[in-house]
T-cell receptor
Framework: GAVVSQHPSWVICKSGTSVKIECRSL??????MFWYRQFPKQSLMLMAT?????????EQGVEKDKFLINHASLTLSTLTVTSAHPEDSSFYIC???????????????FGPGTRLTVL | KQEVTQIPAALSVPEGENLVLNCSFT??????LQWFRQDPGKGLTSLLL?????REQTSGRLNASLDKSSGRSTLYIAASQPGDSATYLC???????????FGQGTRLTINP
């Protein structure tokens, strides 16, 4: 399957600082990327859908000014958690949708996740 | 609104057994369905993708079936191994939609 990477894999920051998480599709171009948040022992919660070159579409209840998403190229999307607070501590996972070709069939691939801890 | 349910929430079986995980969805107008596994503290690994026009997909010891009309999919794992222990997630993509709708997952434990 295709590979999606995330960086960093974990980050610890002080309350009030901003943290940027990168998501890259390594062997395919992704016109659509997704950002999820996962709490312990729970399923994934979609935060936003990001299309290359346009503004992200946020799910209801997700603050777009707090979780800034940029999808500047077909292989890179970034999530910036601005003015982070302890309640933002979570596991953030990105995903990229592969092209609708015979090889990929629009399959969605996930990154390894980023563990954010805000002190 | 599409809803995806996975039963059971947790399953523990001895090594070597064949097992079936269930997934049901409320709206049959789906584009595709994916099965994933997630290990603790890790991201999701895509196991199988079934297009809406397909009935099943196979990969190694895994076989996923799809019955769109009844809103059901099953993931069959043959000759289970301790390394199969993980949480298995089912997700559907509706026709015309961008996002996947996930079930809550089945936490599988294979006992040596």
């Amino acid at each position: 399957g295709a590979v999606v990477s995330q960086h960093p894999s974990w980050v610890i920051c002080k309350s009030g600082t901003s943290v940027k998480i990168e998501c890259r599709s390594l062997d395919f171009q992704a016109t659509t990327m997704f950002w999820y948040r996962q709490f312990p022992k729970q399923s994934l919660m979609l935060m936003a859908t990001s299309n290359e070159g346009s503004k992200a579409t946020y799910e209801q209840g997700v603050e777009k000014d707090k979780f800034l998403i940029n999808h500047a190229s077909l292989t890179l999307s970034t999530l910036t958690v601005t003015s982070a607070h302890p309640e933002d501590s979570s596991f953030y996972i990105c995903s990229a949708r592969a092209p609708g070709t015979i090889a990929f069939l629009n399959e969605q691939f996930f990154g390894p996740g980023t563990r954010l801890t805000v002190l | 609104k599409q809803e995806v349910t996975q039963i059971p929430a947790a399953l523990s079986v001895p090594e070597g057994e064949n097992l079936v995980l269930n997934c049901s969805f409320t709206d049959s107008a789906i584009y595709n369905l994916q099965w994933f596994r997630q290990d603790p503290g890790k991201g999701l690994t895509s196991l199988l993708l079934i297009q809406s026009s397909q009935r099943e997909q196979t990969s190694g010891r895994l076989n996923a079936s799809l019955d769109k009309s009844s809103g059901r999919s099953t993931l069959y794992i043959a000759a289970s191994q301790p390394g199969d222990s993980a949480t298995y997630l089912c997700a559907v993509r509706d026709v015309g939609a961008q996002k996947l709708v996930f079930g809550q997952g089945t936490r599988l434990t294979i006992n040596p």
